[in-house]
């Protein structure tokens, strides 16, 4: 069974920093884009950062120069380095990823989420 298990969340002061970890496990064929989302109350859930498999990065503009996304292709992990962070930053963080498995001897290429890790970020 494939699953993506985050881990690293928590309560820190405003201007602290946090590590969050996301780690892909299963019978994975391959690992494309992999990404952070995070989520509100009350509010869509939107892109943090994602990373591709050469290593491309992209930034939500609320988070650039604070936040650092990197993947460890050996450990099928992805990470996600915060600094600075702030009240606004607090969510639920989601990992997603773009995995290639087989399903019954079948390719399959679809994108995977994890289960949630609570960030909280006081004033």
């Known amino acids: 069974q494939v699953q993506l298990v985050e881990s690293g969340g928590g309560l820190v002061q405003a201007g602290g920093s946090l590590r969050l970890s996301c780690a892909a496990s299963g019978r994975i064929f391959s690992i494309n884009a992999m990404a952070w989302y995070r989520q509100s109350q009350g509010k869509q859930r939107e892109l943090v950062a994602s990373i591709t498999s050469g290593g491309s990065t992209n930034y939500a503009d609320s988070v650039k120069g604070r936040f650092t996304i990197s993947r460890d292709n050996a450990k099928n992990t992805v990470y996600l380095q915060m600094n600075s962070l702030k009240p606004e930053d607090t969510a639920v963080y989601y990992c997603?990823?773009?995995?290639?498995?087989?399903?019954?001897?079948?390719?399959?290429?679809?994108?995977?989420w994890g289960q949630g890790t609570q960030v909280t970020v006081s004033s």
């Open positions: 997603n990823a773009n995995l290639g498995v087989y399903i019954a001897s079948v390719y399959r290429q679809s994108d995977y």
